[in-house]
């Protein structure tokens, strides 16, 4: 079982920056393909960004493109979002995600664990 726990969600203004990290508790961290996500209210469930075990290949949705940068350290057991240039549109509960295997999908029904999410609040 695995179990994560995001932070570092917050209310910041527009153009600000803030850094999103996941932590797991897991042994083989460095295994796991990780992913974060973001839910709007009243919308679906997007995908965000995500990485592969090693962390050498990385996915962006579109919309986040040379605004976010996902990394991981997994002597940390922890990954993280590095998030520049916020919009209001960035506002949603992002969650991050596991898979055992693979270099990382933008699939949501492709993780199997999931953590509880972190609010993050963009004013205009």
């Known amino acids: 079982q695995v179990q994560l726990v995001e932070s570092g969600g917050g209310l910041v203004q527009a153009g600000g920056s803030l850094r999103l990290s996941c932590a797991a508790s897991?042994?083989?961290?460095?295994?796991?393909?990780m992913g974060w996500f973001r839910q709007a209210p009243g919308k679906e469930r997007e995908f965000v960004a995500a990485?592969?075990?090693?962390?050498?290949?990385?996915y962006y949705a579109d919309s986040v493109k040379g605004r976010f940068t996902i990394s991981r350290d997994n002597a940390k057991n922890t990954v993280y979002l590095q998030m520049n240039s916020l919009k209001p549109e960035d506002t949603a509960v992002y969650y991050c995600?596991?898979?055992?295997?693979?270099?990382?999908?933008?699939?949501?029904?492709?993780?199997?664990?999931w953590g509880q999410g972190t609010q993050v609040t963009v004013s205009s």
């Open positions: 995600a596991a898979v055992d295997y693979g270099l990382g999908s933008t699939r949501g029904d492709e993780y199997d664990y």
């Open positions: 897991v042994r083989t961290f460095s295994s796991y393909a």
């Open positions: 990485i592969s075990w090693s962390g050498g290949n990385t």
